[in-house]
Nanobody, 123 residues
């Protein structure tokens, strides 16, 4: 059974950057599309980016601003999310999620969830 574990969250100052990691265990991520979501207090969970098994990626959150980069390292069974130019509005719990093959932005389409990692943007 595939398990996903996020890491890399923490506190960062406005304008700063973070790289979040989503490590798979129990099964390979090679055939799994991995998406990143976030949920701020009192708000719905929203899709950020997704990378398919074929390395095709889609940015759902502010794609025109280019603040998020998603990548994967199949040798390490890990997917990364790089977030730049962080703002207090980016404060949230960030989750990685997976399902076979193709990308997704609907949290109801997820087969696997990580436990989340908290990101706080504050001076």
């Amino acid at each position: 059974q595939l398990q996903l574990v996020e890491s890399g969250g923490g506190m960062v100052q406005p304008g700063g950057s973070l790289t979040l990691s989503c490590a798979g265990s129990g099964s390979t991520l090679d055939l799994i599309a991995i998406g990143w979501f976030r949920q701020a207090p009192g708000k719905e969970r929203e899709a950020i980016s997704c990378i398919s098994k074929n390395w095709a990626y889609t940015h759902y959150l502010e794609p025109e601003k280019g603040r998020f980069t998603i990548s994967r390292d199949n040798a390490k069974n890990t997917v990364y999310l790089r977030a730049n130019g962080l703002k207090p509005a980016d404060t949230a719990v960030y989750y990685c999620a997976g399902r076979p093959l193709e990308c997704f932005d609907d949290p109801t389409e997820v087969d696997y969830w990580g436990q989340g990692t908290r990101v706080t943007v504050s001076s």
